[in-house]
């Protein structure tokens, strides 16, 4: 169930959440404040640890049908975007206790704060961490009794605020769809039921193709192919294009890879943690989700998304080690490790986008390597362009929002690894060095030097602990910053 979001002009709440500031300020007052309380609080902040720090909080009764939560707002000097939403996420916790699933808040924002905009916030970080995937359970979860279930924002500017959040809650919509696919497990969400979901985004008024193996053969999409081809299941690509901006403008591309299971193959991988490549279609999911919420929010740019969807499972079929295959690039491919099947995957999903799109950019969203992870943990994404003005835009595009990139070399010395000794490349090396950077130069030969961007989400994309706006799971790594990318460098005003 979804968290209900209302914005309201300031009322008498059974539970009402008041923000206070580190440096102990209390931004009251309203008309239907008790000013007799005043000295309460004052006396309750004194007395307690409580400091006004972020995800602080302390719940006073103040009468026996009027409970007060000071929550904590940090510092003063901190407040932008992020922060209000961590701020709002940490109202769920605070609001646990509400005797009926439910709370208010008043936040007075700072002079120089627009406080349709700090509502908007709080309340998209609060239904962002309050996002859940409970379809599998048949019994009444222990926690769901404590669950909130509605939140009331007091503002003086209910309708700005209701304005501002719009777009927001339409951009969780799209979180939301990323994150169910991502968690579904691999028995569901196979490509042609990923296939299907893509193709559902037709009622929003995307226009979708679905190609099939016999399409994608035509085509020669030989690398794409032969990963799939040792599963049961038809490996489909996914075109969907939102044409919100001028008619004649080039589209930016997004390419996501969609492994929906990734066995290794015959490469077949240890047993250890196997269950984790149900998401391997991430990018995939990402690029739906993306698509979903431009088409929501009606964004003014010509977009399109590509996911490359296919199973990697070892049978009679499969593809073996030592396999070449001849990509629709007409480049041939030595496949020396059938577990680095996403390079494959994408090689041929770029080439066929730009061919058939010509978009003025590409950037493709992978769970690429293990090697990422290694390199940065669950903290930060790779980025690898050879583009500096993409760069600068994708790693503030992810700063603002909270997803971070960081950057990696594509240095020509690197290419020379990807060689093959029987064709035009390996989609493997042999040492162990600089992996995530060698899969990225592979799939570098197949933008055809259209400005691209590749985004490794291998440790991103799934969260063992909670984060500030999600819970355990499937985080939706690179919607938030897809979206804010393109609204701040794409969309015509
Ligand atoms: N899907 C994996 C990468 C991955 C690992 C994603 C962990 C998420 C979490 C990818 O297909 C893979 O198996 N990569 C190999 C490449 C190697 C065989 C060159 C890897 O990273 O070990
Ligand atoms: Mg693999
Ligand atoms: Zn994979």
């Not at 302390?58 to 409970?67: N, R």
């Not at 799209?174 to 985004?201: C, D, H, Q, Y």
């Not at 090689?347 to 950037?363: G, I, R």
């Amino acid at each position: 169930m979804t968290l209900k979001i209302v914005f309201q002009k300031p009322s008498q709440h059974k539970t009402l959440c008041l923000g206070v500031y580190e440096e102990h300020h209390f931004p009251l007052p309203t008309q239907t404040w008790d000013k007799n309380l005043n000295g309460f609080i004052k006396d309750s902040l004194k007395s307690s640890k409580f400091a006004g720090k972020l995800n602080q909080f302390l719940p006073l009764f103040t009468s026996k049908d009027q409970q007060i939560i000071l929550i904590g707002l940090g510092k003063k000097t901190d407040q932008n975007e992020r922060q209000w939403q961590l701020i709002g996420s940490s109202l769920l916790n605070a609001l646990t206790a509400s005797p009926n699933g439910e709370g208010a808040v008043e936040i007075h924002s700072l002079k120089d704060q627009d406080d349709a905009q700090v509502n908007a916030n709080l309340a998209l970080g609060a239904l962002l961490k309050s996002w859940r995937f409970e379809k599998y359970f048949t019994k009444k979860l222990p926690e769901e009794l404590f669950s909130i279930k509605k939140i009331t924002f007091c503002t003086s500017t209910p309708d700005a605020s209701e304005k501002v959040f719009k777009p927001l809650s339409q951009l969780a919509e799209g979180v939301f769809l990323t994150r169910t696919v991502v968690t579904e497990p691999a028995n569901v969400m196979t490509p042609e039921s990923l296939a299907k979901i893509a193709e559902s985004l037709k009622k929003e008024g995307i226009k979708v193709d679905i190609l099939g193996e016999k399409e994608l053969k035509k085509l020669g999409l030989n690398a794409l192919l032969g990963v799939g081809q040792g599963s049961n299941k038809e490996s489909k690509l996914a075109v969907m294009r939102w044409e919100g901006g001028p008619k004649k403008e080039a589209p930016i591309a997004f390419i996501g890879k969609g492994v929906t299971f990734d066995s290794g193959g015959i490469s077949i991988k240890p047993a250890t943690n196997m269950e984790d490549m149900k998401y391997d279609m991430s990018g995939a999911g990402v690029v739906i989700g993306l698509m979903k919420n431009l088409a929501l929010r009606k964004a003014k740019v010509n977009v399109v998304g590509v996911a490359g969807l296919v199973e990697n499972m070892p049978s009679g079929s499969a593809q073996r080690p030592g396999d070449v295959v001849t990509s629709m690039s007409g480049q041939t491919i030595e496949v020396i490790n059938t577990d680095a099947e996403g390079r494959l995957v994408l090689a041929d999903a770029l080439w066929y986008t730009q061919e058939k799109f010509k978009p003025k950019l590409m950037v493709d969203l992978a769970t690429l390597t293990g090697a990422i992870i290694i390199c940065l943990g669950n903290e930060r994404a790779g980025l690898f362009t050879p583009d500096e003005g993409l760069r600068n835009k994708l790693s503030k595009a992810g700063e603002k929002v909270g997803e971070l990139l960081w950057p990696f070399p594509l240095d020509d010395a690197y290419d020379k690894e990807i060689n093959s000794d029987i064709a035009d490349m390996k989609n493997s090396v042999t040492g162990r060095g600089a992996g995530s950077i060698t899969a990225a130069k592979f799939l570098q030969r197949f933008t055809n030097n259209i400005p691209w961007a590749h985004l490794d989400i291998a440790g991103v994309s799934w969260t063992q602990k909670e984060l500030p706006l999600c819970a355990k799971g499937a985080t939706a790594f690179g919607v938030r910053l897809l979206d804010r990318f393109i609204a701040d460098n794409y969309e015509s005003k």
